[in-house]
């Protein structure tokens, strides 16, 4: 059984964002020998609602050695999903429980002096050592040891006997707003720790720092590996623009469940926010805010039916939302494109974002889970 609404995810437009990411990095000059630098696939919040295991697995067979998720049990579905790909849990882990990183294999971040004397006493427990990633808060002031603090707070970290440094990191706040100056401060401070770290006898294999809007701004913060989200997924950071060649993943496609005319006066749907000021015809969706959708879509937003736009109008309600279609003859069973293409017309996630007031991550990431995920292409293995 199907719903009506459902989610297609192309997998091969997946495969081939990572790729031209890939080839992206490696197109600018590095110094001698120094290789390009290479993309840590983001797949937290369920792959950005796209579906963490089937979007993994494809980025493995794309070529992906690293990804990345938010915590432990992200972590641990990815490896019941068959992922064997090196894991990165980007997550403060001072109140979880850590055998799950054990279980696992998965790589922590250690961001605060408590979660590296929870992780270095769990690996203790485990006779293992385990290989972790340094956070440094450079001035985002979320996770992460302070960048003006390390020469006090790194040492008993470094010296922790069952932990590795295999890698420094941090994260920026503005890297999507080119007016702000807080990228080119919290780049500069980040170089400033990366020579503290090694000054403090420590040698990681990799530093990172940059998100899909850092990887589109400045090849200077590329360094080692870069965290591509967004991008992945096919959709820009807004507002930057990217020369790589990038296909949306995701769309959201309906069918009209119910046409029914209107007469002038007349009004539609919760509030009677809509009234008809002309005979007007309107289609019943099967897509509300239960499946993720907005309420802020009413009368701001379209859908694509019959190749044409039809305005939303009324409320979004939890399970429908109401689409003006006068004049597109539309008839029930007819295809409604919520987010994607038909047609000539596309409309893309950050078209629907900037309507609302919201940001292309979210929108993504509250499709609902009643909406099942078709997946367009089979992953090889
Ligand atoms: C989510 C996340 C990213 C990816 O961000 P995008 O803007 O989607 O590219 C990178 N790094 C960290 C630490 C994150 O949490």
Known sequence: MTRPTVARVDLRALQSNYRRIAEFLSREPRAAGAPAPRPIAVVKANAYGHGASQVARALEDAGAD???????????QLRAAGVRAEILVFGALSVSSLDGLFDGRLTPTISTPGAARAVQTAAAKHRQQVAYHLKIDTGMNRLGFRFDNLRRTLPELLASPNLRLDAVYTHFATADDPASEWFERQRTRFI????????????????????????????RVWFDRVRPGLLLYGIVPPPLASTIELTPVISLISRVVAVKGMR???????GARFTAERPTTIAIVPAGYADGLDLRLAGRGAVLIRGRRAPTVGSVCMDMLIADVTGLDASPGDEVVIIGAQGEDRIDVREMASAIGSIPWEIVCRIGSRIERLYDAPVTQ
Do not use: F, K, W
């Open 264 to 270: 002038p006066g007349e009004v539609s749907s919760y």
């Open 192 to 219: 400033t720790a990366l020579a503290e770290i090694e000054a403090l006898g420590a040698t990681p294999r990799y530093r990172h720092a940059a998100n899909s809007a850092a990887i589109l701004r400045d090849s």
């Open 66 to 76: 690293l990804l990345a998720c938010a915590d432990i049990e992200e972590g641990a």
